[in-house]
């Protein structure tokens, strides 16, 4: 069973006076329920323009997302219906969910369902602040009074306060340093398992989704270029890119630095190279890769879109 399905998106940006950006150019992924399915990509190639199509608040140019089954229709952050609540987002900037002139508490308590009244309601902002491992006396203060890293963990607990059964992570702890960093990974991991919530966690950072990822897919250029169970990805990588990205990994900074062998940048979306999209960058580029790869299944929930990996054509048999 699937909580989250994102079938045949396909996202394009329309920036006045310049030509349209195909962001996303048709992406198939799902979440299961206590998953952790990692998507991993250099800038630009598409990772925000997804998420925010798949946590409803945009909508995907063609395609569908399925949350629980139902199709998630963009009706702005908070007309959302009951339904889909169930599926939050936590930005690379925490001000992107929290309000720097209103205290902490309230806009916790905004996200918990109506029902909830009375003594039960302040129990409920109380169990919130302490899954994130703040003190209650968080609630009456304002986001600009934490640091970076508490207020990450705030936003979290927004996501957090209507249950959700998803949660959409778009770089969370890109803006952040590194002990925070490591808290706020461990937090939403713990989360993930202890509530058996499901999780589409987005990182340029291999590294980072290779310790927490069930799953890991890589995208190049609007496109997913192979996905593998995340021990399969690392110790069979199929694609030329995946490989790239994992040789890549020892050398990390902040951004992967590609090897020598893969010459060249990321090419400009509004004018992506026809075929492999990955083909004008790759060592073992050759005359079919003219021709856009499909993506053919290497096992079990496994896939890759590269002529490399193709099964051999089948012949007639007389
Ligand atoms: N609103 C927009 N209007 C025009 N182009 C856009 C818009 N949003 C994104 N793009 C373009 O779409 C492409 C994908 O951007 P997106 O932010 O989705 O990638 P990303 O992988 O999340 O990168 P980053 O990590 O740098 O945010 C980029 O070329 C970007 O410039």
């Known amino acids: 069973m699937t909580l989250l399905d994102i079938d045949g998106v396909h996202v394009e940006h329309k ?11 048709g992406v198939d992924l ?53 339904d889909q609540v169930g599926l939050q987002m936590v930005f690379q900037n925490p001000y992107a969910s929290l309000n720097p ?4 508490g309230e806009q916790l308590l905004d996200g918990v369902p109506a029902e909830v009244t009375g003594a039960a309601r302040s129990a ?21 009074q934490f640091s970076g890293g508490q207020r990450q963990r705030l936003a979290i607990a927004r996501a957090l306060a209507p249950q959700p059964r998803v949660i959409i992570a778009d770089e969370p702890v890109t803006a952040l340093d ?22 589409l966690f ?29 021990r399969q990805l690392w110790a069979q990588p199929h694609h ?6 994992i ?8 951004e992967p630095v590609l090897p020598a062998t893969l010459a060249g940048e990321v090419p400009d979306p509004a004018n992506a190279p026809a075929g492999c999209r990955f083909a004008p960058r790759c060592p073992h580029a050759f005359d079919r890769c003219a021709t856009e790869p499909p993506t053919v299944a290497i096992g079990p929930s496994a896939g890759v879109a590269c002529w490399l990996h193709q099964p051999a054509p089948q012949t007639a048999r007389l």
């Open 101 to 104: 002139r209103r205290a902490v």
């Open 202 to 230: 987005i990182s340029h950072d291999l590294a980072l989704v290779h310790e927490i990822a069930d799953v890991t897919a890589v995208m190049y250029l609007g496109k997913i270029v192979e996905t593998a169970p995340t």
């Open 247 to 254: 040789d890549a990994v020892p050398r990390i900074s902040t």
């Open 30 to 82: 799902s979440v299961a329920p206590g998953q952790i399915v990692g998507l991993v990509g250099e800038s630009g190639c598409g990772k925000s323009s997804l998420a925010r199509v798949a946590a409803g608040l945009t909508a995907p140019s063609a395609g569908e997302v399925r949350y629980a089954g139902r199709p998630v229709t963009p009706l702005g952050w908070r007309r959302r219906t009951a």
């Open 15 to 25: 920036p006045r006076g310049r030509a349209p950006v195909r962001a996303v150019a």
């Open 240 to 245: 030329p890119y995946t490989r790239a990205l």
């Open 124 to 144: 409920r902002l109380n169990e919130l602040l302490e899954r994130v491992g703040m003190p209650a006396a968080a609630a009456s203060r304002y986001p600009h």
């Open 178 to 199: 590194a002990s925070s960093q490591a808290q706020v990974v461990n937090l939403l991991v713990g989360l993930v398992r202890e509530l058996g919530m499901g999780m």
